[in-house]
């Protein structure tokens, strides 16, 4: 029998642990390389959500009005540092490019397609690893305090029903018989019944990584410099040799892209959250989405997180808890049975390209080079559909969809 592929993943986030899985499936040799710990990014601290139903881009014709008004809050759901604007200007002026309407159109659609795939590829990831257990089907609620915000969002989910997502509308008296505990100013919600949430991302990261390592993959720690066709180069000095390599190394990821001639507008766009325990409000069963405040509520296994927000800053600026803060504070005054104390403050950086689709395709330098990063809000949701479309591509495959919306030279 003859030695299997040798494939370096970069990146032991929860794209880079999915798409190493997928790859040890197929009885390819992985080995894995992360600069600092399994999940220390954004796959640590996330909302827990598989949101297969959330096809609409961050970059949206609606979001452009609201964000001029967040954007003069520093605390609000969508901020800028303003210091930072050197850094991230080009990036802002693409995203309102993105938010144009035929691009709009455009990214639901790639993004529809990316979802049907990742619901269709994450299930069977569950049952090869045995993680069943810890995913469940508990349905996100999305709730509004005035009708006019209600409208305007139901539009956008009249485009979920043109890709045959669900959902169900409850209004008055109806919401709160369906939520108990909301405040009495919310007028009306939306249900998507088909939203999964996992028990605690970062455990879930463990558990896919433990799985791993009973499978015989080896775990690099390491920061990797630089890379070429067939090998890695770390910091230290070491040199890893693969005959295909994977680049997934979140918001990391465009510095070592930009090296291949892939110079991709990519930024850690930042969220916060606070983290209370299962004590703050053990009867929430759904995840509450905000849409209007820019956060969310999530039950975890181990307690409740309430985050969100973006905050457009340099990867290395200091984190500014106020506004994980500022959505506690928030929480409060909307969710008045919550209880508040003995919370723990986090903030991570998500993988955010302009126009809300990831990065999966080969690099400029060579079809052996493969970029799989830049998913922003979704890397849970897609990472079974981004594992599922890197397997392909190092074959040379069809892909199970088309991947010219996602290449890494259309900016």
């Given at each position: 029998m003859g030695k299997s592929e040798h494939i370096v993943v970069i990146g032991a986030g929860i794209v880079g642990l999915v798409v190493a899985e997928k790859l040890i499936s197929q009885g390819k040799q992985v080995t894995l390389v992360e600069k600092e710990k399994v999940a220390a990014g954004a796959s640590q601290g996330n909302a827990a959500g598989l949101a297969f139903s959330d096809i609409m881009p961050l970059a949206s014709p609606g979001i452009v009005k609201k964000a001029i008004k967040w954007f003069l809050d520093p605390v609000g759901p969508f901020a800028v540092v303003p210091q930072d604007l050197p850094h991230t200007?080009?990036?802002?002026?693409?995203?309102?490019?993105?938010?144009?309407?035929?691009?709009?159109?455009?990214?639901?659609?790639?993004?529809?397609?990316?979802m049907h795939l990742g619901r269709n590829t994450f299930a069977p990831m569950l049952k090869r690893t045995n993680l069943d257990h810890m995913v469940r089907t508990n349905g996100a609620l999305h709730v509004y305090e005035?009708?006019?915000?209600?409208?305007?969002?139901?539009?956008?989910?009249?485009?979920?029903?043109?890709?045959?997502?669900?959902?169900?509308?409850?209004?008055?008296?109806?919401?709160?018989?369906?939520?108990?505990?909301?405040?009495?100013?919310?007028?009306?919600?939306?249900?998507?019944?088909?939203?999964?949430s996992v028990s605690n991302p970062h455990d879930f990261c463990r558990a896919i990584h433990d799985y791993l390592q009973g499978q015989g993959m080896q775990t690099v720690y390491g920061e990797v410099t630089s890379l070429s066709d067939g090998q890695v180069s770390l910091a230290n000095g070491d040199k890893i040799a693969g005959d295909k390599i994977v680049l997934a190394a979140g918001p990391w990821s465009s510095q070592l892209s930009k090296q291949l001639g892939d110079p991709v507008p990519l930024i850690g766009e930042r969220g916060y959250n606070t983290t209370l325990p299962k004590s703050a409000w053990p009867e929430l069963d759904h995840t509450l989405v905000f849409s209007e405040h820019g956060f969310v509520a999530v039950p975890l296994s181990d307690g409740v997180r309430i985050g969100g927000a973006s905050e457009i800053a340099k990867l290395d600026r200091p984190a500014n808890y106020k506004r994980s803060k500022t959505m506690l504070a928030k929480a409060r005054k909307l969710l008045p049975d919550l209880k508040d104390q003995d919370g723990v403050e986090w903030m991570g950086a998500r993988p955010a390209i302009p126009d809300t689709l990831p990065v999966i395709g080969y690099s400029s330098k060579s079809n052996n080079i493969i970029y799989a990063f830049g998913h922003g809000h979704l890397g849970l949701t897609q990472s079974s559909a981004t594992a599922q479309l890197v397997s392909e591509l190092i074959e040379g495959q069809d892909t199970s969809i088309d991947v010219q919306a996602l290449r890494p030279n259309r900016f």
């Amino acid at each position: 029998m003859g030695k299997s592929e040798h494939i370096v993943v970069i990146g032991a986030g929860i794209v880079g642990l999915v798409v190493a899985e997928k790859l040890i499936s197929q009885g390819k040799q992985v080995t894995l390389v992360e600069k600092e710990k399994v999940a220390a990014g954004a796959s640590q601290g996330n909302a827990a959500g598989l949101a297969f139903s959330d096809i609409m881009p961050l970059a949206s014709p609606g979001i452009v009005k609201k964000a001029i008004k967040w954007f003069l809050d520093p605390v609000g759901p969508f901020a800028v540092v303003p210091q930072d604007l050197p850094h991230t200007l080009g990036w802002l002026l693409r995203f309102l490019k993105a938010a144009r309407p035929a691009q709009f159109k455009r990214s639901i659609d790639v993004q529809a397609a990316l979802m049907h795939l990742g619901r269709n590829t994450f299930a069977p990831m569950l049952k090869r690893t045995n993680l069943d257990h810890m995913v469940r089907t508990n349905g996100a609620l999305h709730v509004y305090e005035s009708q006019a915000a209600f409208q305007a969002d139901l539009k956008n989910w009249h485009f979920r029903k043109e890709h045959n997502i669900d959902f169900e509308v409850y209004e008055g008296q109806a919401l709160h018989d369906f939520q108990p505990g909301l405040a009495k100013s919310f007028v009306a919600g939306i249900f998507a019944s088909t939203w999964q949430s996992v028990s605690n991302p970062h455990d879930f990261c463990r558990a896919i990584h433990d799985y791993l390592q009973g499978q015989g993959m080896q775990t690099v720690y390491g920061e990797v410099t630089s890379l070429s066709d067939g090998q890695v180069s770390l910091a230290n000095g070491d040199k890893i040799a693969g005959d295909k390599i994977v680049l997934a190394a979140g918001p990391w990821s465009s510095q070592l892209s930009k090296q291949l001639g892939d110079p991709v507008p990519l930024i850690g766009e930042r969220g916060y959250n606070t983290t209370l325990p299962k004590s703050a409000w053990p009867e929430l069963d759904h995840t509450l989405v905000f849409s209007e405040h820019g956060f969310v509520a999530v039950p975890l296994s181990d307690g409740v997180r309430i985050g969100g927000a973006s905050e457009i800053a340099k990867l290395d600026r200091p984190a500014n808890y106020k506004r994980s803060k500022t959505m506690l504070a928030k929480a409060r005054k909307l969710l008045p049975d919550l209880k508040d104390q003995d919370g723990v403050e986090w903030m991570g950086a998500r993988p955010a390209i302009p126009d809300t689709l990831p990065v999966i395709g080969y690099s400029s330098k060579s079809n052996n080079i493969i970029y799989a990063f830049g998913h922003g809000h979704l890397g849970l949701t897609q990472s079974s559909a981004t594992a599922q479309l890197v397997s392909e591509l190092i074959e040379g495959q069809d892909t199970s969809i088309d991947v010219q919306a996602l290449r890494p030279n259309r900016f």
